[in-house]
């Protein structure tokens, strides 16, 4: 089912999300990293050198940049329901926002039992193709799924979130999830990299004209087909699955057309999508202010998942996961396996 709201200030108000105790830690450490790929990433490029950069001022304050080596950390939930969201930074493909977007989505995800997943991806800027920061989000979606048993994981239960560019990203991962964006280099690229749920907020979700002064499009341009490989409405399909889609009103990056677009063409594949159009908020508000309108987003896109099963209803939120018994294996495979913008703008 489709549904489309605009909020009025006093209305959103009300839906803002109740400050409640983290679970996961300003300062905690993840409790597993893992490399996305086993050698030298795939698509070209040198990449940069030395440590990574964390923003110190701006709007860049705590902003990734310098990434050298692609990974996902994970963090765990006190008490996980055995779902997972991969998190999605923006930043123009030029820095990724971990510490205002990724981190505090993060306690909230790990306060409701959902295990957050931070993507470090490749970012076109520094030395890496355009392509990468698409094969880093396919082959982080695939490594859950292929870990699944081991991070206490339903695999049918691994969705995205992406904020502005990381919306892009994450949108085009849940459009072209049966595109091969790179050669498999392992059994983990026999799984779907396909998410089960998406949540994009404010998301540069086209690059091209008249929309196209982001600097998402500066950063992607080396490739020449770029416009149109990384605007999702292109690629929406009968397959694209069930989709959230936050926005304000006022942004001065993504248009509000933009997210408008990227709902009507959902719906004409008859994809289930939920857009709000937020009265204010402008760009780059992450889990929102307490007290502003887009501060609802979190409670309305955690009613959004119950709504479709991705969450546990409300009264059994806390409920701990159990991942299924291994299944027993034939003898014979049993022996088998023994072989074997302006610049400073997050757009």
């Known amino acids: 089912m489709s549904r489309c709201s605009l909020f009025l200030a006093a209305l959103a108000a009300a839906f803002c999300v109740a400050a409640a105790a983290p679970a996961v830690a300003d300062d905690a450490a993840p409790a597993q990293t893992i490399a996305l790929w086993p050698g030298t990433p795939p698509g070209g490029g040198s990449g940069p050198r030395g440590p990574e950069r964390i923003g110190q001022s701006g709007t860049g304050v705590g902003a990734v940049s310098n990434i050298s080596r692609p990974r996902i950390e994970i963090y765990r939930p006190s008490r996980p329901n055995g779902t997972a969201v991969l998190l999605v930074g923006g930043g ?7 510490g205002h977007e990724v981190m505090p989505t993060a306690r909230w995800l790990a306060a409701l039992g959902v295990t957050p997943v931070v993507l470090y991806y490749r970012l076109p800027g520094e ?25 206490g994981i339903d695999p049918q239960r691994i969705g995205v979130i992406g904020f502005s560019a990381g919306g892009n990203l ?35 979700s086209t690059l091209q004209p008249p929309y196209d002064t982001t600097r998402s499009v500066r950063e992607l341009s080396a490739q020449p087909d770029a416009a149109t490989a990384y605007t999702i409405q292109l690629h929406v399909s009968r397959d694209t699955p069930p989709t959230f889609i936050a926005d ?21 594949q008859h994809v289930p999508v939920e857009l709000h159009e937020f009265e204010r908020g402008g760009h780059g508000w992450g889990l929102g202010q307490p007290g502003t309108p887009v501060a609802a987003w979190p409670r309305l896109f955690a009613a959004w998942a119950r709504s479709h099963g991705f969450l546990p209803a409300a009264g059994d939120a806390a409920a701990p996961f159990a991942a299924p018994a291994p299944q027993a294996q034939p003898a014979k495979a049993r022996a088998a396996a023994a072989d074997g913008g302006a610049d400073d703008n997050d757009d």
């Open 92 to 98: 123009g493909y030029f820095r990724i926002g971990i």
């Open 170 to 204: 994450a949108g085009i991962v849940a459009t072209r999830f049966a595109d091969a964006l790179y050669a498999p280099v392992d059994a983990a690229d026999r799984q779907s990299a396909r998410p089960d749920f998406v949540g994009l907020i404010y998301p540069v």
């Open 127 to 151: 030395g890496w193709t355009p392509a990468a920061p698409f094969q880093d989000g396919q082959r982080a979606m695939r490594l859950l799924r292929a870990q699944a048993r081991e991070l």
């Open 248 to 268: 304000a009103v006022d942004d001065p990056i993504v248009d509000v057309d933009t997210g408008v677009s990227l709902f009507a063409a959902l719906v004409r």
